[in-house]
C-alpha cells in the first residue's frame, strides 16, 4: 500500500467527441457530449428557467451564460458573461428572480431576467467579511425548502484547529443576507450539498484529509442537521480517531456525528444532485448523483468519475459507477465538478480540468 503525489497539474484541452466515445462508459441509452469549451476553471453550473446554462469562473472572476441549443447541433449557441471583476465567484444559485454569487469572502446578488438574459440593477454583497484564504477557497450556496440561504466554507487547512468557527462549517441566512447563523460544524470541505426531495434531509459531501497513505481517511457523505458537529479535525469516518488531533477534544469527538457512507479515500466528491427525471433514475438506479474531481495526492489515481447513489430502505446506501473513463491508465482526460439537471432531464457537468461543460442526453437508443 504505497503513498505518493500523484496529480495531473497541467490542465488539458477540451476532450474530442471521438475521444469521449471512445473512453467513457455510462449506461446504455444515454450519450455525452460537448456544450461548450473553452471556460477557464468552469465550476458550479445552474440551469435557468428559459434553459440556458450559468457557470462560474472563479479564475476569471466572472458568471457566464451559456445559451441553450436552440439549433440542435449539440453545443451552446453562444455566451456571454454576466458578471466580472468577482473575488474568486463559485456558487451559484437563482432564487425568486435573483442570481446569488458566492465569492470568497463574501455572497452577493443581482436581478435575473431568464427569458432577456439580463441582469437588472447592480451587484450587491449581501454578506461580506467571510474568512478567506488558506487550503479551500470555494464557496458553495443553495436555497433550502425552508426559503433560507445555506453557505459552506471548507477548513483554512488540512487538519488543524480553526480560530475562527465559520470556518469547516455550512451557515444559513436569510435570502437578505441576515440573520447569520453557523447550521453545522466539522465539516471540513463540503463543496456539494442537496435535499433529497422525498425526504426534505439535508446531504452533503465532505472531502478527507491528506497525508494519512492512499487508502485513509474515507470521503464522505453525511446526513447534516442543524446544531450537529461532524468530526473534523479530531476524527475520520466512523469515529476513527485522527492521528494528530484525535487527543485534542475527547468531548467534541465523542458527539461527532459519523457519516451515513463512506467514498473511497481522495476521490473528491464535489456535487451531490438529486434527480427529477423518472426515466434518468431508473437508468442509474439509484436517486442522487455525484461527481468525483479525482485524487492529487494518491500513487495510484482513483475518483474521476460521476457515481449513482441509491437510498435502500435495508441495505442502506448504495453506490454505483455512472460514468467512468475520464481516468484510464494513469491518464487524465477530466475532472467533474458540478452536475446540474435540466427541465427535459438532460444534465450538465462542468469541468475545471479542461474548461468544459459536458451534456448528457438521451441517445434515443
Sequence with gaps: MGFGINIPLIGKDTPTQELLNRRLQMPAGLSLSVFASDLNGARDLVVTDSGDV????PRE??????????????????????????????????YKNWLYVAETDAVGRIRFDADSRQTLGDYRR??????????????????GPDGKLYVSIGSSCNVCEENDPRRAAIMRFTPEGEQGE?????????????????????YGVDNGRDFLGDDFPPCELNLIERGQFYGWPYVNGNQAP??????????????????VHEFGAHTAPLSIVF????????????????AMHGSWNRSVKTGYKLVALQFDAEQGIIERDFITGFEMHDDVIGRPVAIAEAADGSLYISDDFTGSIYRISDSGE
Design 54 to 57: 450559468l457557470v462560474s469562473l
Design 275 to 290: 434527480i427529477d427525471d423518472d426515466k434518468l433514475r431508473s437508468l442509474m438506479q439509484g436517486s442522487a448523483l455525484v
Design 61 to 94: 472572476g466572472q458568471v457566464m451564460l451559456l445559451k441553450r441549443d436552440g439549433d440542435d447541433d449539440g453545443g451552446s449557441d453562444g455566451r456571454k458573461a454576466l458578471l466580472s471583476g468577482l473575488n474568486l465567484p463559485h456558487g451559484l444559485a437563482l
Design 126 to 143: 449581501i454578506v461580506s467579511g467571510l474568512p478567506k484564504g488558506g487550503s479551500h477557497w470555494s464557496r458553495s450556496l443553495r436555497f
Design 242 to 259: 485522527d492521528p494528530d488531533y484525535g487527543d485534542k477534544n475527547p468531548e467534541k469527538a465523542s458527539r461527532s456525528v459519523p457519516p
Design 182 to 202: 453557523i447550521f453545522a460544524s466539522g465539516l471540513r470541505n463540503t463543496v456539494g450539498f442537496a435535499w433529497r426531495p422525498s425526504t426534505g434531509e439535508l
